[in-house]
């Protein structure tokens, strides 16, 4: 089964950066879509960014241009790169496969964007 632990989360500025990190065990990783959930108060849990076992990335619309996700699969890790970050950017994320998530997910990380 695979477990997720994310990372790198904290209080920033309006226009500011946070890089996020999300360590997953489990020998089958590289083969993983792995994906960067967020969830705001009182929303849905959406996927923002996925990333496939050969790199090839996507993101939600919102996002486009300021995220960036990467991994790095010698350590079983994926990364967000937040840039130029929005109040609306406010949420707990999460990371986890992606499109569909396996049903066991990490406490994920805080990330408050705010004056």
């Known amino acids: 089964q695979v477990q997720f632990v994310e990372s790198g989360g904290g209080l920033v500025q309006p226009g500011g950066s946070l890089r996020l990190s999300c360590a997953a065990s489990g020998s089958n990783f590289r083969l993983y879509v792995m994906g960067w959930y967020r969830q705001a108060p009182g929303k849905q849990r959406e996927l923002v960014a996925s990333?496939?076992?050969?790199?090839?990335?996507n993101y939600a619309d919102s996002v486009k241009g300021r995220f960036t996700i990467s991994r790095d699969n010698a350590k079983n890790t994926v990364y967000l790169q937040m840039n130029s970050l929005k109040p609306e950017d406010t949420a707990v994320y999460y990371c986890?496969?992606?499109?569909?998530?396996?049903?066991?997910w990490g406490q994920g990380t805080q990330v408050t964007v705010s004056s």
């Open positions: 990333i496939t076992s050969g790199a090839y990335t």
């Open positions: 986890n496969v992606a499109p569909t998530p396996r049903q066991s």
